[in-house]
C-alpha cells in the first residue's frame, strides 16, 4: 500500500498552505500526520483524520475523503517549516506518506 | 508528560543483530502500543512492528521475520532486535507510543550504521 505525497509545497508567510495525501480508498482509513524539522523526531498533529492532539495550533486541519487526505495549514508561519508525513493502518502494517517539504517563503 | 528514551550499540558489521531498547517515563505501560519506526534517506519513515503490555506483536512482512520486539513491563521497557543486518538497515531507528490512532509521543533517534 502507498501513500503518495507532493515533494514540495512553497507559501508565502500567513498565506494558507495545502498538502496532499493519495491512497487508495484512503477515506476508508484513519489518517494521520506528522511534522518533522531537520535533526528532530516527527511530532504527531492531526490523528484520526481530522483531530489535533493537545498542544496542536488550530491553524492546522485536516479531511479525508475518498482517495486522498489533505492537511490544511491556515496563517503560515516560518515555525511551520518543515517536512510533513501522512500515516495509514493498511491491514495490519503502518504505511507512511513519502512525505512533502513545506517552504515559507 | 510522557518521555521515551531510547538506547543501543551503533555501529555494526553486515549479518550482526542490531538490539535496541526504550525505557518508557511517566503515563502508563498499558493501554498503548509500543513502536518500532525507522527512516533513511531512500525509503522514508518505515514502521517496524509493535508490541501491547500482554506481549502481543504485530511486524511489517518487508523485514522478513528479521524482528523481534519484547517488553519488560516490570521496567517499562520495550526492546527491538533485527537480525542479519544488511546496508539497507541503516537508518535513524525510533521507538514511540501508539493509543488508537497515531504515534504520539516518539523518543529521540538513534542512528544506526551498518559497515564491516
Not at chain 1, 489535533?52 to 475523503?65: Q, V, W
Not at chain 2, 519513515?45 to 517488553?71: C, F, K, M, P, Q
Not at chain 2, 521497557?77 to 509521543?105: E, I, K, N
Amino acid at each position: 500500500y502507498e501513500l503518495t505525497q507532493p515533494p514540495s509545497v512553497s507559501v508565502s508567510p500567513g498565506q494558507t498552505a495545502t498538502i496532499t495525501c493519495s491512497g487508495h480508498k484512503l477515506g476508508e482509513k484513519l489518517a494521520c500526520w506528522y511534522h518533522q524539522k531537520p535533526g528532530q523526531a516527527p511530532i504527531l498533529v492531526i490523528y484520526a483524520d481530522s483531530k489535533r492532539p493537545s498542544g496542536i495550533s488550530e491553524r492546522l486541519s485536516a479531511f479525508n475523503s475518498g482517495n486522498t487526505a489533505t492537511l490544511t495549514i491556515s496563517g503560515t508561519q516560518a515555525m511551520d517549516e518543515g517536512d510533513y508525513y501522512c500515516q495509514a493502518w493498511d491491514g495490519g502494517c503502518y504505511v507512511f506518506g513519502t512525505g512533502t517539504t513545506l517552504t515559507v517563503l | 508528560q510522557v518521555q521515551l528514551q531510547l538506547w543501543g550499540a551503533g555501529l555494526l558489521k553486515p549479518s550482526e543483530t542490531l538490539s535496541l531498547t526504550c525505557a518508557v517515563y511517566g503515563g502508563s505501560f498499558n493501554n498503548y502500543y509500543w513502536t518500532w519506526i525507522r527512516q533513511s534517506p531512500g525509503k522514508g519513515l518505515e514502521w517496524i512492528g509493535d508490541i501491547n503490555h500482554y506481549g502481543a506483536t504485530s511486524y511489517n512482512w518487508v523485514l522478513g521475520g528479521r524482528a523481534a520486539i519484547s517488553t519488560d513491563t516490570s521496567k517499562n521497557q520495550f526492546s527491538l532486535r533485527l537480525a542479519s543486518l544488511t546496508a539497507a538497515d541503516m537508518a535513524t531507528y525510533y521507538c514511540a507510543r501508539r493509543p488508537h490512532s497515531g504515534f504520539d509521543f516518539w523518543s529521540q533517534g538513534d542512528l544506526v550504521t551498518v559497515s564491516s
